[in-house]
């Protein structure tokens, strides 16, 4: 079993910046890709960003230039640091964690950018 925790969401200004961090816990041998996505209402949830246990980082169009993500192996733990918000950022954001047995969900973070 896995368990992650997610925290950093909140209300931001649009041109603001949030840091949002995952840490994995649990009894598990090793977490294969970790990462990011968010579901706005009314809207699939979809890809943020993702980065693997060497450092292979994948990032959504709507986000590149903006986002960065980042890990840290030895504690499981995953950061995405979010510049230059936007309204259209808004959505609740969830960490994912994959393993060989099956994937693992956050119960997600609120952010919130206003115009």
């Known amino acids: 079993q896995v368990q992650l925790v997610e925290s950093g969401g909140g209300l931001v200004q649009a041109g603001g910046s949030l840091r949002l961090s995952c840490a994995a816990s649990?009894?598990?041998?090793?977490?294969?890709?970790m990462g990011w996505y968010r579901q706005a209402p009314g809207k699939q949830r979809e890809l943020v960003a993702t980065v693997t246990p060497g450092g292979t980082i994948n990032f959504a169009d709507s986000v590149k230039g903006r986002f960065t993500i980042s890990r840290d192996n030895a504690k499981n733990t995953i950061y995405l640091q979010m510049n230059s918000l936007k309204p259209d950022d808004t959505a609740v954001y969830y960490c994912?964690?994959?393993?060989?047995?099956?994937?693992?969900w956050g119960q997600g973070t609120q952010v919130t950018v206003s115009a």
């Open positions: 649990g009894s598990f041998s090793s977490i294969m890709t």
């Open positions: 994912k964690a994959v393993l060989i047995t099956r994937d693992y």
